[in-house]
């Protein structure tokens, strides 16, 4: 169970997209399309923003998908808001009921 | 209202034990795998344990594998998890998170406790 790669950070303008990715294995990402994606504000609970690889939870903005190629996910958000700026991290399935984060990425939004 | 309420975290000294409990109102908690993250102050989130809606699989990390326990009881809506030999790394806040399937393959945390935090030091 190694943890996946994230950039340390990230940053953007109001109105821009940025996209994070997110590295794994052929043992977790490579595999299984059970990929999702969280954003923590300071001093809360994380929240998910994108399941399944590309499934958008009831209540999330349209502005956040999320992608997939081979062992690399991907999080896009466009039309940044200084809302957005957080820490976002991703999460696999990595097999006999395991998983496996990010190290988290912070967004700034410049 | 769908909560997870976290229980038991405080300060332990190293080599010692320390059970959490999570109690679940809101939603049919049999239905749904229940995990155990954590984060170090400072740090990212780590997955610890997830446990299938009826107990039949269950998942540990490799850093915990051999010390922790995780466990439910479906007529009570309760999750538990045990943590044996503790370590200054285990220092954390543990988050008790819903999942929004059965099976203990973290498809999406969609509900998540406020954490119980929990200390390790002598």
């Known amino acids: 169970q190694s943890a996946l790669t994230q950039p340390a950070s990230v940053s953007g303008s109001p109105g821009q997209s940025v996209t994070i990715s997110c590295t794994g294995a052929s043992s977790d990402i490579g595999t299984y399309n059970f990929v999702s994606w969280y954003q923590q504000h300071p001093g809360k609970a994380p929240k998910v923003m994108i399941y399944e690889v590309t499934k958008r939870p009831s209540g999330v903005s349209n502005r956040f998908s999320g992608s997939k190629s081979g062992n690399t996910a991907s999080l896009t958000i466009s039309g940044l808001q200084a809302e957005d700026e957080a820490v976002y991290y991703c999460?696999?399935?990595?097999?006999?009921?395991?998983?496996?984060f990010g190290g988290g990425t912070k967004l700034t939004v410049l | 209202e769908v909560q997870l309420v976290e229980s038991g975290g405080g300060l332990v000294q190293p080599g010692r034990f320390l059970r959490l409990s999570c109690e679940a109102s809101g939603f049919t908690f049999d239905d749904f795998a229940m995990h155990w993250v954590r984060q170090a102050p400072g740090k990212g989130l780590e997955w610890v344990s997830g446990i299938s809606w009826n107990s039949g699989s269950l998942g540990y990390a490799d850093s915990v594998k051999g010390r922790f326990t995780i466990s439910r009881d479906n007529a009570k809506k309760s999750l538990y998890l045990q943590m044996n030999s503790l370590r200054g790394e285990d220092t954390a806040l543990y988050y008790c998170v819903k999942d929004n399937d059965a099976r203990a393959a973290g498809i999406a945390f969609e509900i998540w406790g406020q954490g119980t935090m929990v200390t390790v030091s002598s």
């Open positions: 999460c696999s399935y990595a097999g006999r009921s395991t998983s496996v």
